[in-house]
C-alpha cells in the first residue's frame, strides 16, 4: 500500500516538474471539463513553447539557410478560443447598441475596410434604426438620424412560388471556410514566431543571445522582417486550402438552381477567379499590418518574448479577421454562383432581395428586403447598386460580413 501511494505521487510530481498535467495523458479523474479544459491550456501556452523551440533549433543549421524549422500547432484549438471567445463577445456588444462597428472593426482587424463615418461611429440600438451619436458633431449627420432610404422600384413579381433553393447554402460553406482560415491564421502565427526565433533571422540584431560566437553575431540591425513573414506562401496556403471549397460549393449552388429551373444543361460556373484576387489582397494587407507591429515592437525596444505576444495578439485579431472574411467569401460564392448559372437557363427569371431580420442588419439592407429585380438587373441597395448579396465588386459597408440572401422566382 505504501509503495503504491509512493508511485502515484511520484507520477504527478514528475509531471509536474515538466509542466504536464494528467488530464494530457488521458487521465482526467477528479477533475470538471472545465478543468481539464484549463490544464490544456496552461500546457500548450506556457509548457510546450520553449520545448518546441529548443528542438527546432537544434535542427536548423541542418536545415539550411532556405529552410526554416518550426512546428505546427494551428490545429490546436484551445490556442485559438480566448481570441474567438472575445470577439464573439464584442459581436454582442455590437448588436446591444454598447459598441461600435467601427470599435468592433478595429478589434477584428479590417478597420481599413470600413469608412469612418458617423454610422460607424455610433452605437446602434438593438432595433437597428436608432443611432446614438459617439460625437457631437455627428448629431446631425443625416446618415445617422435620417430614416433609411426606401427600396427602389423593381420588377413586380406574378404570384408564383419561390424556387426551392437551400437556404442555409451560405451558412454551411462559412462554417467550413472559417474553419480553414481559422487554422492558417494559427500556423501563420506560430510560423512567424519560430522564425523569429531563428538563429539565421537573429543573427546581427540585439536579439542573439549567446547561442553561438556573440561577438560576431550580435549587432544593431533591425529584426528582417520582410524575410520572416512570408505573405507569398500565405496566399499559396490559403488558395490550396480555400479553392477545393468554394469552387465545390459554386458548383453545388449552381446545380441546385438548374434542377429547381427543370433544366438538364450543365451547370458550369467559374467564381474562383473573382475570389482569388480579393484574398491575395486581403492577405497582402494583413502581412503588411504584421511587419508594422513587430517592426514597431522591436524599435520600442522589445525583446523577442515581447515581440512573440505581440505577433500572437495580431493573430488573435487574425481570427476575428477569418470569420468576417468567411462569411463574405461564402455569401459571395453562392450569390456569384447562381448569378451566373441563370445566365444559361430560362428567361423570365426574377430574384427578391431578403434580409436578415435580427436587429443587426443594416439599415440600407434591411430597406432593401422584398425588392425584386429581374436577372440581369443589380438591387439598388443605399446609394450602391449589388447584383447579390456579398457583391465582390461592391464597396466593402455594402458587401463585408452581408447575411442576405435571394430568393428567385420563373416569371409566368
Not at 143 to 166: F, H, M, N, Q, S
Request: proline content about 5%; hydrophobic content about 40%.
Amino acid at each position: 500500500m505504501a509503495y503504491e501511494t509512493v508511485a502515484a505521487i511520484s507520477k504527478v510530481e514528475l509531471l509536474a516538474a515538466f509542466g504536464v498535467p494528467e488530464s494530457q495523458l488521458g487521465n482526467a479523474s477528479g477533475r470538471t471539463f472545465d478543468n481539464a479544459r484549463a490544464e490544456k491550456t496552461t500546457f500548450w501556452e506556457i509548457t510546450m513553447p520553449p520545448h518546441l523551440r529548443l528542438m527546432a533549433d537544434a535542427f536548423q543549421d541542418d536545415a539550411g539557410d532556405d529552410n526554416e524549422v518550426y512546428f505546427d500547432t494551428s490545429d490546436v484549438d484551445v490556442l485559438r478560443e480566448p481570441r474567438t471567445k472575445r470577439l464573439s463577445e464584442a459581436r454582442e456588444e455590437v448588436a446591444a447598441g454598447v459598441r461600435s462597428v467601427r470599435s468592433y472593426a478595429e478589434l477584428a482587424g479590417y478597420a481599413d475596410e470600413i469608412d469612418d463615418t458617423p454610422a460607424t461611429r455610433a452605437l446602434w440600438l438593438a432595433s437597428g434604426r436608432t443611432a446614438l451619436p459617439a460625437r457631437a458633431a455627428d448629431a446631425t449627420a443625416p446618415d445617422t438620424t435620417a430614416p433609411p432610404p426606401a427600396p427602389a422600384a423593381g420588377k413586380a413579381l406574378t404570384p408564383t412560388a419561390d424556387l426551392v433553393l437551400d437556404d442555409t447554402a451560405a451558412d454551411s460553406l462559412r462554417g467550413r471556410l472559417d474553419d480553414a482560415l481559422q487554422t492558417l491564421a494559427t500556423r501563420w502565427t506560430e510560423r512567424t514566431i519560430a522564425r523569429l526565433n531563428s538563429p539565421r533571422h537573429r543573427k546581427g540584431t540585439r536579439h542573439w543571445d549567446n547561442r553561438g560566437d556573440t561577438a560576431a553575431r550580435t549587432g544593431v540591425k533591425d529584426l528582417p522582417v520582410h524575410q520572416v513573414i512570408d505573405v507569398a506562401t500565405w496566399q499559396q496556403e490559403a488558395a490550396q486550402a480555400l479553392q477545393p471549397l468554394i469552387e465545390q460549393a459554386a458548383t453545388t449552388a449552381a446545380t441546385e438552381l438548374h434542377a429547381a429551373l427543370g433544366s438538364t444543361s450543365t451547370a458550369t460556373v467559374a467564381v474562383w477567379p473573382t475570389i482569388a484576387p480579393l484574398l491575395t489582397t486581403w492577405l497582402a494587407k494583413q502581412a503588411h499590418a504584421l511587419a508594422d507591429d513587430v517592426a514597431g515592437a522591436d524599435l520600442e525596444g522589445k525583446s523577442l518574448a515581447g515581440i512573440a505576444e505581440a505577433t500572437r495578439d495580431w493573430g488573435r485579431s487574425l481570427a476575428s479577421w477569418a470569420s468576417v472574411k468567411a462569411n463574405h467569401l461564402a455569401t459571395a460564392t453562392v450569390g456569384s454562383a447562381r448569378d451566373q448559372a441563370a445566365a444559361s437557363a430560362r428567361t423570365g427569371l426574377v430574384r427578391r432581395w431578403v434580409a436578415h431580420d435580427d436587429g443587426r442588419t443594416r439599415p440600407d439592407h434591411d430597406a432593401a428586403d422584398g425588392q425584386t429585380q429581374p436577372y440581369g438587373q443589380p438591387f439598388t441597395i443605399g446609394d450602391d447598386l449589388l447584383r447579390h448579396p456579398g457583391d465582390t465588386t461592391a464597396l466593402p459597408g455594402q458587401s463585408v460580413n452581408c447575411r442576405c440572401r435571394l430568393a428567385w422566382r420563373l416569371e409566368r
